[in-house]
T-cell receptor, first 113, second 114 residues
Framework: DADVTQTPRNRITKTGKRIMLECSQT?????MYWYRQDPGLGLRLIYY???????NKGEISDGYSVSRQAQAKFSLSLESAIPNQTALYFC????????????FGPGTRLTVL | AQSVTQLGSHVSVSEGALVLLRCNYS??????LFWYVQYPNQGLQLLLK??????LVKGINGFEAEFKKSETSFHLTKPSAHMSDAAEYFC????????????FGQGTELSVKP
């Protein structure tokens, strides 16, 4: 079984809709992250959380919000989706004991029409 | 601000040839350095990492990288390319004083010709 899972794997939605992407992990890590990947831009950090009560904005948080429901669950929401949020979204986890090596989920491909 | 630059968005090599993917970073102190690989329709997988100690780091699938502080570089190499190495490769750094966050380069797509 995968250590970091993301649901859904693919989603097509319309402009203005609210979307939630979910991430779960069984690695026991305290740190979780959301990234988006766009061609030619690499991965950019949206939000990160070092524990359940600690949530921080990344470099591109506008238009997104997150919820850390438990140590193992970290959800990303798009309150009102727009076409330029079409991208591949990755969740990742890490543990400070391993120099913050991050473990990635399989990704969610989101298309906003 | 910290940054990571990967020279070349696309690199093409012949099977059996040397693979060299370049990565330079900007940092006033040595960060932790990583190379990740992304195969089509998959997430990122760690190839190797440098934290402290020996500057030549060996990873999975025959890849290695050398941390050169004087050049602020962390280039990825493999002596002999295999068709299965075709993928996208990302260099990333964790800033020394911002533990936990990764800053990624823009990625290099490696193609391997028969």
């Amino acid at each position: 079984d995968a250590d970091v899972t993301q649901t859904p794997r693919n989603r097509i939605t319309k402009t203005g809709k609210r979307i939630m992407l979910e991430c779960s992990q069984t690695k026991g890590h305290d740190r979780m992250y959301w990234y988006r990947q766009d061609p030619g831009l690499g991965l950019r950090l949206i939000y990160y959380s070092f524990d359940v009560k600690d949530i921080n904005k990344g470099e591109i948080s506008d238009g997104y919000s997150v919820s850390r429901q438990a140590q193992a669950k970290f959800s990303l929401s798009l309150e009102s989706a727009i076409p330029n949020q079409t991208a591949l979204y990755f969740c990742a986890t890490s543990d400070r004991a391993t120099y913050n090596e991050q473990f990635f989920g399989p990704g969610t491909r989101l298309t906003v029409l | 601000a910290q940054s990571v630059t990967q020279l070349g968005s696309h690199v093409s090599v012949s099977e059996g040839a040397l693979v060299l993917l370049r990565c330079n970073y900007s940092s006033s102190v040595p960060p932790y350095l990583f190379w990740y690989v992304q195969y089509p329709n998959q997430g990122l997988q760690l190839l190797l990492k440098y934290t402290t100690g020996a500057t030549l780091v060996k990873g999975i699938n025959g890849f290695e990288a050398e941390f050169k502080k004087s050049e602020t570089s962390f280039h990825l190499t493999k002596p002999s390319a295999h068709m299965s190495d075709a993928a996208e490769y990302f260099c990333a750094v964790t800033p020394y004083n911002q533990g936990g966050k990764l800053i990624f380069g823009q990625g290099t797509e490696l193609s391997v010709k028969p």
